[in-house]
């Protein structure tokens, strides 16, 4: 039997790890496109790598870059892939806003490059496409919640930031060119996912390792933006299992993906102390708002009671916030039969003592 193939844009990210380790288990022969880049930046998959001299190779990166159609053409010709996932983006809302043309550059034209690539090689028939599309695309919105309060795949859109904006493109070009040229494109709605390998902005991780730090005494206080954003987080490595799900079915389609609850960014704060046994304690509203230690459960670490250990910086607020992310992914599991294995409480559990044990080493 010929392996199957697959290339990965983003592979160097949190999800194109996972992603590559799941297909190289599966037995897949597994290309990645990375960047080229003035520090390391392949961290997350150095452990995948394997040295071309020694054994049979099933994992390889290419240079490239979402912005160059000429490169994004000639590894698609070489590598003649039987699925592409498009994970490749600028992925940082609030960085959207600060470089907005580049935003829509990669994450909106880069989607289009790969499918023109597609067509352009004559690959129509043979490759699938899997979009990394985003909750982001609801914005937050009441108005278009279904029946339940959920956002799902009937849900209307309206992006809240420029990365969602782009991302808007990135999912109706996928869907258009399953529509007027017959391409095998899917669109993978998910709602946040983290992980022990999420970028280390993003609030969850921000959180982790400076709980970690707090720990240790390395550092005193946690700022943070707007406690009462509430998010849908689930685990990476449940979502890209739905990724592959979604390229397997025998028609292309779009779905949900995410968990059903809703937490706020304070009570995964809450959650994350409450794993070194610290109790806190919030008072104050707004950029005013405090957290301090209640109660330090068994004195493992040396924080004392009272201690301010979070604050609110206003740096961190967003130009347009989405303040509520919730998904409903039924069909995706009547349709995929996916189901998540982790829940909240196993994740930040999992975050925090791989960051404790990261501070260690
Ligand atoms: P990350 O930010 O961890 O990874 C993004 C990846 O894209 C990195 O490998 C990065 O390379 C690469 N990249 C950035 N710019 C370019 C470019 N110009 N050309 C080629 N590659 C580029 O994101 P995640 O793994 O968390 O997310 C994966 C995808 O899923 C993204 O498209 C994101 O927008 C989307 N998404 C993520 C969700 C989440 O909660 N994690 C939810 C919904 C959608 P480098 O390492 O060099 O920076
Ligand atoms: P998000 O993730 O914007 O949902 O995008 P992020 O973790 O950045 O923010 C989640 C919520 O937390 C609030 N917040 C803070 N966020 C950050 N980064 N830093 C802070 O200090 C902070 N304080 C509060 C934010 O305002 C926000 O409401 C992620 C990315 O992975 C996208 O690529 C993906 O499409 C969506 O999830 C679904």
């Given at each position: 039997m010929m392996k199957r193939v697959a290339l990965i844009t983003g592979i160097t990210g949190q999800d194109g790890s996972y992603l590559a380790e799941f297909l190289l288990e599966k037995g897949y022969m597994v290309h990645g496109i990375k960047r080229r880049s003035s520090?390391?930046?392949?961290q997350r998959i150095d452990h995948l790598y394997m040295d071309p001299h020694e054994r049979h190779v099933n994992f390889r990166l290419h240079y490239g870059d979402l912005t160059d159609s000429m490169n994004i053409i000639r590894i698609i010709q070489e590598v003649q892939p039987d699925e592409i996932y498009?994970?490749?983006?600028?992925?940082?809302v609030k960085v959207s806003f600060d470089s907005p043309e580049y935003v829509a550059n990669v994450d909106a034209i880069g989607t289009l490059r790969i499918l023109e690539a597609v067509r352009i090689l004559g690959l129509e028939k043979k490759t699938r496409i899997y979009q990394a599309s985003t909750?982001?695309?609801?914005?937050?919105?009441?108005?278009?919640?279904n029946k339940d309060g959920f956002y799902d795949e009937s849900s209307a859109f309206y992006p809240r930031s420029p990365y969602g904006v782009a991302k808007i493109y990135g999912f109706w070009i996928v869907k258009n060119y399953r529509e007027?040229?017959?391409?095998?494109t899917c669109n993978g709605i998910l709602f946040n996912h983290e992980s022990?390998?999420?970028?280390?902005?993003?609030v969850t991780r921000k959180i982790t390792m400076a709980v970690a730090a707090i720990a240790m005494g390395q550092q005193h206080c946690l700022y943070l933006g707007n406690l009462d954003a509430l998010r849908d987080w689930g685990h990476a490595k449940d979502y890209v299992e739905a990724m592959w799900l979604i390229l397997q079915q025998p028609q292309p389609d779009d779905y949900v993906i995410a968990t059903g609850k809703a937490t706020s960014v304070r009570d995964f704060v809450i959650m994350a102390f409450a794993e070194i046994g610290v109790e806190l304690e919030f008072e104050g509203s707004g950029e005013h708002e405090i957290g301090r230690v209640?109660?330090?459960?068994?004195?493992?670490?040396k924080l004392n009671i009272g201690d301010i250990v979070v604050k609110v910086d206003p740096?961190?607020?967003?130009?347009?916030?989405?303040d509520l992310l919730i998904g409903d992914a039924t069909k995706s599991k009547t349709v995929l039969g996916w189901v998540p294995k982790y829940d909240l409480p196993a994740l930040v559990k999992e975050m925090v003592e791989s960051d404790l044990t990261l501070l260690n080493k």
């Open positions: 520090s390391f930046n392949t498009n994970l490749g983006a600028m992925s940082h909750s982001e695309l609801y914005g937050g919105l009441v108005e278009n919640k007027a040229y017959q391409l095998y022990p390998r999420r970028g280390e902005t993003f209640k109660r330090a459960i068994d004195g493992r670490y740096e961190y607020y967003r130009p347009t916030e989405v």
